[in-house]
């Protein structure tokens, strides 16, 4: 990829000895690679304003200035960088003053957000060794390994090491446009492989979303995880059970929303983390035949939206994941004497319940949720204004795409996917045509109502006669 004379600086051996004592074997951080910028492809027209402008006021005011991580990474594999992070040698509170646009947040990590607009630049401190004496910062582990509080700062050659894989060590320097690559990133791109820094069970303690991480750059770069990389994560995947519910749900959202969900799926299943996230999806997948199915095509049909520059909904993308925990639930409550009905609100509740201890919900994605499943029940019931009332419902569009799901998965007989879809094309006319066509036989056959009881009249006149 690169091609002339590479500038190599390697520290002295004592002082690297100390600062990167605790790296050995796959991903060491041995120095850095000084790349000058006639000698790479980045450049600065990939970055968007809002970057350059916290690079060189930060620069401009005497501080270090680099972006760092996926921008860089992404832009020597020629792929237009969307998110850009900045580190710095500027503490949190000098960030704060140097940019009225920003605010200090997080408590587990520190981190400065630089607003303008609708773009957030990610403004980090070097971060230093979580173990060594830094006065009033604070660091703190469990006894598990799992880091609880992380606000040490350090140098730059301390925060490439806490950097998590080699090829988002990559530092592009504002001062000289260079490019430092602490950990041998490079050489990782061009044989597209997925390393991490350190010893990866260390790292995998200190923070288990790693894990998770490194699945996702796997799909998203289509790179193949290091051999040292991937051996522990079966074994340490239900150190996920410690990582709070809510974060677990941002990083399900980067996992299914990135337009290589069904990619990312298969490898959660092949390094059994989705039991982790999705625990009762795992336990259905083994009981209903259909189950599996019917979440790769929810996976696949996003992956389509997402690169046709469609909406996505995580309130869809929920409903595909749970629903099949949810016909378990109900299939026992049934079994045990439940209505239909009542029993597919039961379930749901239970099913909802339980996932929320793994992944937070928000209100906002779970409530559509709920409808989408609760208008599975009305699709059959078709007769008199009912159909009409479904296509009225605020998430038909939603639950429909569902139903067709539903369809092709093969969890129900296929027809009355197509009966809607003819039902919302077609003129009054057809609608008409349609609905007399229902066999009143089924399920749409209407309850029948009782007579109305005639009031009894006390006395009677000649008006009555």
């Not at 998110?83 to 003053?97: G, N, S, Y």
């Not at 569009?397 to 094309?425: C, H, K, N, S, V």
């Amino acid at each position: 990829m690169f091609r002339g004379f590479i500038r190599f600086l390697q520290y002295p051996g004592e002082r690297l000895k100390h600062i990167f004592a605790s790296q050995e074997g796959a991903g060491q951080t041995v120095g850095v690679r000084i790349i000058p910028r006639e000698e790479h492809t980045v450049s600065r027209r990939l970055f968007s304003d809002a970057a350059l402008k916290v690079l060189y006021r930060l620069h401009n005011a005497g501080y270090a200035a680099y972006l760092v991580g996926g921008c860089i990474r992404d832009a020597l594999l020629g792929k237009q960088p969307k998110d850009f992070d900045v580190a710095t040698d500027a503490t949190p509170e000098q960030l704060r003053d140097l940019f009225r646009n920003s605010r200090i947040i997080g408590r587990r990590f520190r981190i400065v957000h630089v607003r303008f607009g609708r773009e957030i630049i990610e403004v980090t401190t070097f971060r230093g060794r979580p173990n060594d004496d830094h006065s009033d910062h604070v660091s703190r582990q469990s006894e598990e390994g799992l880091l609880l509080r992380d606000n040490v700062w350090g140098n730059v050659e301390e925060d490439a090491r806490r950097r998590d894989f080699t090829v988002n060590a990559l530092y592009y320097n504002i001062a000289d446009f260079s490019i430092h690559d602490w950990a041998d990133g490079v050489r990782d791109i061009e044989s597209r492989t997925l390393r991490l820094i350190g010893d990866p069970e260390t790292r995998y303690r200190e923070d288990p979303v790693r894990m998770l991480r490194a699945i996702r750059f796997a799909a998203k770069l289509d790179f193949q995880l290091d051999r040292n990389t991937e051996t522990p994560i079966r074994e340490l995947a239900p150190l996920l059970l410690q990582i709070p519910p809510a974060r677990l749900f941002d990083e399900t959202l980067k996992l299914f929303l990135a337009g290589h969900a069904l990619t990312t799926f298969r490898l959660l299943k092949e390094y059994q983390l989705f039991a982790m996230l999705f625990p009762e999806a795992e336990e259905a997948m083994d009981e209903l035949p259909w189950a599996e199915e019917l979440i790769k095509q929810a996976l696949a049909n996003t992956d389509s939206r997402i690169l046709e520059d469609r909406p996505v909904t995580p309130a869809f993308l929920f409903a595909a994941l749970l629903w099949p925990g949810v016909i378990l639930r109900r299939q026992q409550l049934e079994r045990e004497g439940m209505p239909a009905v009542p029993a597919l609100q039961a379930a749901a509740q239970q099913a909802v319940s339980r996932q929320v201890k793994h992944i937070a919900i928000p209100k906002r994605f779970s409530l559509p949720m709920r409808d989408i499943w609760e208008l599975q029940q009305r699709f059959p019931r078709r007769n008199g204004k009912r159909a009409f009332q479904t296509r009225d419902h605020p998430r038909f569009r939603a639950a429909y795409d569902f139903l067709l799901l539903r369809e092709q998965a093969g969890e129900i007989e296929p027809g009355l996917g197509q009966w809607w879809t003819a039902f919302q094309e077609g003129d009054e006319h057809e609608k008409r045509r349609l609905l007399d066509k229902v066999d009143t036989k089924s399920s749409d056959r209407p309850t029948k109502r009782r007579p109305r009881k005639r009031r009894r009249r006390s006395s009677s006149s000649p008006q009555d006669d």
